[in-house]
């Protein structure tokens, strides 16, 4: 099983297994595609949760780490295994590297894509701006792990770097790519959808990075909180 039938497996098995969630907003949804989705991470919970919900097949950005034989295991240990599985420092590293036999294999097989850092971002670009001029839709989780947590929100602050897809698709096809916000709110269970914000080419390409990584970051804000309210008020409140 490989490529687009393991991707549906998993996420089907993943839906039953682990989130049982909604997807809010399916009006917003995209008509036409490639799309970019970006959402919270809201834990390890985000990323199972956004791919068991949308109803359209994606290519993940993922950390070069989580993919990579030799970095695997001990990424899982400090970003996963330790903190939110609890497993105690003496157990850890063994639990890691079994969770690693499997992750490792899967995120191949469904043609994540890495993250690196430094000169090879460039070829991150690479592959993405790829996979979008053959249709496909790609998913990016843009928290900085290096910054303050907003308490209210569950978020770090966005990086922009993946801002720069909208200028790359523009120059090698002369469409303009949208970017469809997500919040996932993990307690709740409910995934929300806002509208696109489209890539400006008429805009400095540094503003427009910018423009675009506060409209989004401020979007999902507005849509976690609202789960949050109507959830609370037991109404839907204004979209």
């Not at 995209?30 to 791919?51: K, Q, R």
């Not at 996963?80 to 690693?100: A, C, G, N, Y």
């Not at 806002?194 to 849509?223: A, C, F, M, Q, W």
Request: proline share 8%.
């Amino acid at each position: 099983m490989k490529g687009d039938a393991l991707y549906w497996f998993l996420a089907r098995a993943l839906d039953w297994l682990v989130w049982g969630g909604e997807l809010l907003n399916r009006e917003n949804l995209p008509e036409e595609y490639p799309v970019v989705f970006v959402s919270n991470h809201a834990t390890a919970l985000g990323p199972i949760g956004v791919t068991s919900a949308l109803p359209v097949r994606v290519y993940p950005w993922v950390i070069s780490d989580m993919v990579d034989w030799s970095q695997a295991a001990e990424y899982l240990r400090k970003d996963f295994v330790e903190p939110q599985l609890h497993v105690p420092l003496s157990l850890s590293m063994t639990v890691s590297r079994l969770i690693s036999q499997a992750s490792v294999r899967l995120l191949r097989a469904v043609e994540c894509i890495p993250v690196w850092q430094g000169e090879r971002l460039r070829e991150t670009y690479h592959i993405s701006v790829d996979r979008l001029v053959q249709g496909k839709s790609i998913l990016i989780f843009p928290e900085d792990p290096k910054q303050k947590m907003n308490e209210l929100f569950r978020m770090t602050p966005f990086q922009k770097g993946f801002t720069r897809l909208g200028e790359m698709y523009y120059e090698k096809t002369e469409n303009i790519l949208r970017f469809y916000p997500l919040a996932v709110h993990p307690i709740a269970r409910k995934i929300k959808v806002g509208k696109p914000i489209s890539y400006n080419p008429y805009n400095h390409p540094i503003k427009e990075r910018i423009r675009i990584k506060r409209v989004l970051e401020s979007t999902i804000h507005d849509l976690y909180l609202n789960i949050i309210l109507e959830d609370h008020a037991g109404i839907p409140l204004p979209r």
